[in-house]
């Protein structure tokens, strides 16, 4: 059964605690992004990854950090220097990241993260 | 004049009618566009791909493109209730087709 799972599916963490937030997926795709989408906004790229041990600062990096060490696995930690993380935050692959056609993107759960 | 347009509706429409979703882009040399259907609460998900002018169809689902005006739309026959839900253009930059700029949505509801 393939596909992209992201876990938790909620998770709740206190100010100045950083967090560490789960994206598998098993469709061997090359490309791996991390979105943030805050209510009634569209998608603000965080984070990707076209190959494994290499990944491009988004749009919105500052106060995140990720790390791509196996194909199927890329996990955001969210730092205590994010200044307002409580978000919905989703995980996408792509069969690969630079040619048309190959660039579509499926995206995984997502998490929501709420911060007390 | 932002990358990728969209109107964040409320756009109601009866059931049974076609529902016309519009998107407008900046960048001239995209290539490939993306709409994504989002129902409240959850993920994204694709529901159609265009990547040369004209109209491609799946389906009730039929998006048009125009490159030289620079939009792309999405047409819903017979819409459902079902349909009821934000619907995203997404468009990767001619620069970097990895990063793929969506848009803020169109905020879709079928009236009965």
């Known amino acids: 059964d393939g596909g992209i799972t992201q876990s938790p599916k909620y998770l709740f963490r206190k100010e100045g605690q950083n967090v560490t937030l789960s994206c598998e997926q098993n469709l061997n795709h090359d490309a791996m992004y991390w979105y943030r989408q805050d209510p009634g906004q569209g998608l603000r790229l965080i984070y990707y990854?076209?190959?494994?041990?290499?990944?491009q600062k988004g749009d919105i990096a500052e106060g995140y950090s990720v790390s791509r060490e196996k194909k199927e696995s890329f996990p955001l930690t969210v730092t205590s220097a994010q200044k307002n993380p409580t978000a919905f935050y989703l995980c996408a692959s792509s069969i690969r990241a630079d040619r048309v056609s190959y660039n579509e993107q499926f995206f995984g759960p997502g998490t929501r993260l709420t911060v007390l | 004049q932002k990358e990728v347009e969209q109107n964040s509706g409320p756009l109601s429409v009866p059931e049974g009618a076609i529902a016309s979703l519009n998107c407008t882009y900046s960048?001239?040399?995209?290539?490939?566009f993306f709409w994504y259907r989002q129902y409240s609460g959850k993920s994204p998900e694709l529901i159609m791909s265009?990547?040369?002018?004209g109209d491609k169809e799946d389906g009730r689902f039929t998006a048009q493109l125009n490159k030289a005006s620079q939009y792309v739309s999405l047409l819903i026959r017979d819409s459902q209730p079902s349909d009821s839900a934000t619907y995203l253009c997404?468009?990767?930059?001619?620069?970097?087709?990895?990063?793929?700029?969506f848009g803020s949505g169109t905020r879709l509801s079928i009236r009965p």
């Open positions: 960048d001239r040399g995209s290539q490939s």
């Open positions: 990854s076209q190959i494994v041990n290499d990944f």
């Open positions: 997404a468009v990767p930059g001619y620069s970097s087709a990895s990063k793929i700029i």
């Open positions: 265009i990547y040369s002018n």
